[in-house]
């Protein structure tokens, strides 16, 4: 497998019989992170091996994608500057900055 | 056809696994009364389980309720005073943790003609035993800090607080089964038939169980049940709705608040997220029978949260869910046995997860005694007869 392969996730993601959206790029904490067009920011996240998306507030403990489906708000993170969005069904666009929401995030 | 299977008897059965049952079964099981629970699904599955976990300790009122409201639910008042006692002690005596927290009730006020209905309820509260407080601006800014502009005024009584809904009734339930209480599930009660020897036979589908005594502890179906004896018993349900928010910083101090002209309950759970109640409408979804929030709810709820609270305005929502709200035309409890039909008992209470335990536990101490710490005379199932020719 190429490296370029590993580096966007082709390990996890499906290859067979698959068409994906236009490629693009976004940040988490800083690094840069390639998602497809159509892909949510979860989606992409896990597939660059990204598993701790929050920390809790109280406990610090690390929380990440749960449901996956919208419900249970374990993947909140902060995007473009605004906390608690969840990271699946948010849709990932070029030049997104997420960031790891740290206990209750900024005030906004 | 075959003859519908035999579940076998009990002394008393208990129809309902709402709080109200359980904490039923669970005092008269501890009295050593042979008790068996039936519930059409499974217990704490309605109003019990999806309520916002208000203990309602001072009297619910609103500037459109009838104006001789609190002459007509006056008696009740002593039954609140006694259930303040029993929710500081509940976790001890079910030795469970309910996710009690008991730091103090605020009514807060926007005007001189909602504050003077604070004032009369306050005072109805202090003639019947509940010590709550007038307590003005400053004063109450002093108790809570985390208070809006907009409140000029309101009232505080230090038992008032919240329990988690999510515990009450099975804990009841778990201590009920520790004395020998049976609990027979998914049984939908389709009929009460009295028999020969003067108990009754309990139809359930395809299944009978029989009972020398009955209790009715159907919450908004009691009605349905009463029915099925002859008797009108006129309780109404209605579909409400409760929200919930992400984790936030503590500001809340354990404390129920409540705002008397907008309709809002709010509270702060440990782990930081609001919930917001306050009995906003939500739909009936008669298809699924399943009550659903509806979006106008969820906004307004909202706004009056956060009008309110300013903190809950960073908050962002995450879950909003149907729950069921009941009530009867005098708007108190109807507790004891019929008259007209000897052996059946109605625990039923508005605001029922407040008063499920301190209701269950009276019911208990008259069926076994013959005397209760609150009389029973002004919750006499016998007091809709009249009205029924």
Redesign the interface.
Known sequence: MAMDDMTIGLRVRVKAGVTRGERLSFTFDGKPITAFRGESVAAALLAAGERTLRITAQKGAARGVFCGMGVCYDCMVVIDGEPSRRACTTLATEGMEVETLVGYGASR | MSAPTDLGRADVAIIGGGLMGCATAYYLAKGGVDVALIDRTEINREASGANAGSLHLQVYIHPHFPDDWIDRIRPTIVLMREAAKGWATIEAELDADCGVRLGGGVWVAESPEEMALIEKKVAAERAGGVMSEIVMSNELRSIAPYLGEHVIGGSFFKGEGFANPLLVAPAHARAAKRYGARFFTNAPVTGITRESSGGFSISTGRAVFRASRVVAAAGAWTAELGRMVGLRLPVEGHAIQVQVT????LVMLDHLLQHVGLGLTLKQSP??TFILGGGWPAYYDRQQQRNTPLQNSMMGNAWVAARTVPAVG?A?L??AWGGVGSGTPDGRPILGESSQVKGFYVCYAPLGFTMGPICGRILAEHFLTGEATVPLAPFTPDRFLEQAS
């Open positions: 992400d984790g936030r910083p782990n930081g960073e962002q995450v879950r």
